[in-house]
């Protein structure tokens, strides 16, 4: 159960760093500090608007310094995941040449075999010319005796 909650406060607070980094937020803000600085014409003194202003300020920096530390965190969490996965692949990768390399040499095995077979059937193809001219040379001396 605490698990969960953890990860939906990160989550949440991912959401947030997300949030913070964006145009909106630059809106927001800069609306909030000419609000602020326009509350002194209303008769609030300039020095009771930058103590709330700073402390307010203090506050949001140290939560955006919280958040940018849980969401280099976060990313260095899934670069390690992604680097585990490089590491996977980087393996395979070197199997499948080891593969293609003992491919290449069973093909040149059988290149160097059918060269082989090649010459023998010349071999015999010669053997049987030699043998139907002698069988034609020894018909022809039966035949003509």
Known sequence: ???ES???????AIA?????GSVWSLIIHTIIFIT????????IKIEMVLLVLTTILSLEAIYLSIFIQLSVNHQAKALA???KD??????????IAEDVEEIAEDVEEIQ??????????EEIQKDVEEIQEAHEDENETISGK
Do not use: C, P, R
Request: proline share 0%.
């Open 6 to 12: 953890l990860e939906k406060l990160e989550n949440i």
């Open 86 to 95: 490089i590491d996977e692949i980087q393996e395979d990768v070197e199997d």
């Open 1 to 3: 159960m605490k698990k």
């Open 16 to 20: 947030i760093t997300h949030g913070v």
């Open 81 to 83: 995941g992604v680097e």
């Open 36 to 43: 602020s600085f326009g509350l002194v014409f209303f008769g």
């Open 112 to 121: 160097e075999a059918h060269e082989e077979i090649q010459e023998d059937i």
